[in-house]
């Protein structure tokens, strides 16, 4: 798999994430700790250049997912 593929899935997961959840964009960026506007590139499939890693811990705190996850398939998480 390319990196470039891993990105697109983990776009893909943090989107299906906020739906799964019922989050608004304002309150997945919270608890991402990025801004809306950086929520909405990811959501869209571009990655944007200043986003740390921190975005993947964030997320697998607050879902009880293990970080790699988040890159391995397109999948719908349990809750």
Excluded at 13 to 19: A, G, M, P, W
């Amino acid at each position: 798999m390319t990196t470039e593929t891993e990105f697109q899935i983990f776009c893909e997961n943090i989107r299906r994430l906020r739906k799964q959840y019922a989050l608004s964009k304002k309150e997945m960026a919270k608890r991402l700790g990025i801004g809306i506007r950086s929520l909405e590139k990811i959501e869209r499939g571009d990655i944007p250049v200043r986003l740390g890693c921190q975005i993947i811990f964030n997320a697998s705190r607050c879902f009880g997912i293990r970080p790699a996850a988040l890159f391995e398939c397109v999948v719908a998480f349990e809750h």
